[in-house]
């Protein structure tokens, strides 16, 4: 019996979205969007447009954030303080399924589109209001951008090491609130094609990084102690870090439960560890972090990486190397699992990674990156007057 063909199919192909937005929550939501099919019209400023592409000129002129954030869109210049532009937005609104907007605080109430006025115009519209700090309290007025909304959320205290606090080199409150704004609007178009109605969705960065803290939030509502950063591993596990080797690389070992705590005291030579009541669990372990570390690293100084990986293999311990951005792009597990397409730009063709949560039977789009007002006479004579 032969095999069933393959069935592509863009799961959000007839949706269309519209992007009033900038940096990067609103924008990785909607390119999300985008990958799997939806129309996303990203509306931006003339002359100007998203603040991102300015960042730089490394992908053939254009920045390294848009160029990530942007590809599968059009891009139409509206002028939304003009009378002529916003009725042109209004006429696109009608069509449209899905708004998502990361403005700054107030600027859509201004327009005359906040959330209560378009969901009373469109009521199967989905809107998704994206904000640093929601509406109401004392910071509510503030913008927000990924180190603010981190530092205010206490991430940054429980990264880098004593004293010297520090913000992730990724932008997780800004990725993390696109995710969230990703996957409600999924729900948002199920529930829609149970009721006929759209939604309000407000999403706050505070609410998203406040989530992301959950551990370390129990831990202090109902232990009482702040979690002291760790530099390579975390306040809450030990031993689980960064270990120099004996030919000049960083593996990363890690045990997040008491039997793997045991393998790896074995696997070290150190089988006595496990017993020794000091370091019984996990707990324990943390409390002692330091003297462990010393005996693993000792370990590990004294054996090459390809080595240690074996053994830790064999002994059922997470290991990993510590990699750099230039390992990352020559992975050969993006490689041999076919992880990047080619995606268009005004300069020419240039590399991409596919969406990371694909159905197999699904097609991603691999759109291109818009020069700034690319598609407004398209659009405009698409949506002109009625």
Same mark, same amino acid.
Not at 189 to 204: C, F, N, S
Not at 257 to 280: F, H, K, Q, V
């Given at each position: 019996?032969?095999?069933?063909?393959?069935?592509?199919?863009?799961?959000?192909?007839?949706?269309?979205?519209?992007?009033?937005?900038?940096?990067?929550?609103?924008? /990785?939501?909607?390119? #999300?969007?985008?990958?799997?099919?939806?129309?996303?019209?990203?509306?931006?400023?003339?002359?100007?447009?998203?603040?991102?592409?300015? &960042?730089?000129?490394?992908?053939?002129?254009?920045? %390294? #954030?848009?160029?990530?954030?942007? $590809?599968?869109?059009?891009?139409?210049?509206?002028?939304?303080?003009?009378?002529?532009?916003?009725?042109?937005?209004?006429?696109?609104?009608?069509?449209?399924?899905?708004?998502?907007?990361?403005?700054?605080?107030?600027?859509?109430?201004?327009?005359?589109?906040?959330?209560?006025?378009? @969901?009373?115009?469109? *009521?199967?519209?989905?809107?998704?209001?994206?904000? =640093?700090?929601?509406?109401?309290?004392?910071?509510?007025?503030?913008?927000?951008?990924?180190?603010?909304?981190?530092?205010?959320? =206490?991430?940054?205290?429980?990264?880098?090491?004593?004293? #010297?606090?520090?913000?992730?080199?990724?932008?997780?409150?800004?990725? =993390?609130? %696109?995710? &969230?704004?990703?996957?409600?609007?999924?729900?948002?178009?199920?529930?829609?094609?149970?009721?006929?109605?759209?939604?309000?969705?407000?999403?706050?960065?505070?609410?998203?990084?406040?989530?992301?803290?959950?551990?370390?939030?129990?831990?202090?509502?109902?232990?009482?102690?702040?979690?002291?950063?760790?530099?390579?591993?975390?306040?809450?596990?030990?031993? &689980?870090?960064?270990?120099?080797?004996?030919?000049?690389?960083?593996?990363?070992?890690?045990?997040?439960?008491?039997?793997?705590?045991?393998?790896?005291?074995?696997?070290?030579?150190?089988?006595? /560890?496990?017993?020794? *009541?000091?370091?019984? $669990?996990?707990?324990?372990?943390?409390?002692?972090?330091?003297?462990?570390?010393?005996?693993?690293?000792?370990?590990?100084?004294?054996?090459?990486?390809?080595?240690?990986?074996?053994?830790?293999?064999?002994? =059922?311990?997470?290991? %990993?190397?510590?990699?750099?951005?230039?390992?990352?792009?020559?992975?050969?597990?993006?490689?041999?699992?076919?992880?990047?397409?080619?995606?268009?730009?005004?300069?020419?063709?240039?590399?991409?990674?596919? #969406?990371?949560?694909?159905?197999?039977?699904?097609?991603?789009?691999?759109?291109?990156?818009?020069?700034?007002?690319?598609?407004?006479? @398209?659009?405009?004579?698409?949506?002109?007057?009625?």
């Amino acid at each position: 019996m032969s095999a069933r063909p393959p069935i592509t199919k863009r799961p959000l192909d007839g949706i269309t979205v519209v992007g009033l937005e900038q940096a990067i929550s609103a924008p /990785l939501c909607t390119r #999300h969007l985008a990958d799997l099919g939806a129309r996303v019209i990203k509306v931006e400023n003339p002359g100007f447009g998203d603040s991102t592409r300015h &960042y730089d000129t490394v992908v053939g002129g254009m920045s %390294a #954030h848009f160029v990530w954030l942007n $590809h599968g869109k059009e891009s139409v210049t509206l002028d939304l303080k003009g009378e002529a532009d916003l009725g042109v937005l209004n006429r696109i609104l009608e069509t449209t399924d899905v708004i998502v907007s990361n403005l700054a605080p107030g600027a859509l109430g201004r327009l005359g589109l906040g959330t209560e006025e378009l @969901a009373q115009r469109f *009521p199967r519209l989905i809107i998704v209001d994206i904000s =640093g700090y929601g509406t109401g309290g004392p910071l509510d007025h503030k913008r927000a951008y990924d180190l603010l909304i981190q530092s205010e959320g =206490g991430s940054c205290a429980i990264t880098g090491t004593p004293g #010297h606090p520090a913000k992730p080199g990724i932008p997780a409150a800004d990725i =993390g609130t %696109a995710l &969230y704004a990703y996957s409600s609007i999924l729900a948002a178009l199920y529930d829609r094609e149970k009721t006929g109605r759209g939604t309000v969705i407000p999403i706050a960065m505070l609410d998203t990084v406040a989530e992301m803290m959950g551990f370390a939030l129990n831990g202090y509502i109902h232990g009482g102690a702040e979690p002291e950063p760790v530099g390579m591993g975390s306040p809450m596990i030990a031993p &689980y870090g960064a270990y120099p080797t004996a030919d000049d690389q960083t593996a990363v070992l890690g045990t997040t439960n008491d039997r793997e705590w045991s393998r790896l005291a074995t696997m070290i030579g150190r089988p006595e /560890l496990a017993a020794d *009541p000091r370091y019984a $669990h996990n707990d324990d372990r943390v409390r002692e972090r330091a003297a462990l570390d010393a005996v693993v690293g000792e370990w590990c100084a004294q054996r090459g990486l390809a080595d240690i990986q074996k053994l830790a293999d064999e002994a =059922g311990i997470g290991n %990993a190397r510590l990699n750099n951005v230039a390992d990352l792009v020559e992975h050969p597990q993006l490689a041999e699992r076919d992880r990047w397409r080619d995606i268009g730009t005004p300069s020419g063709p240039v590399p991409a990674l596919k #969406h990371p949560a694909l159905a197999r039977d699904w097609e991603v789009r691999s759109g291109s990156v818009p020069a700034l007002g690319e598609h407004t006479d @398209a659009v405009r004579a698409e949506f002109g007057s009625r």
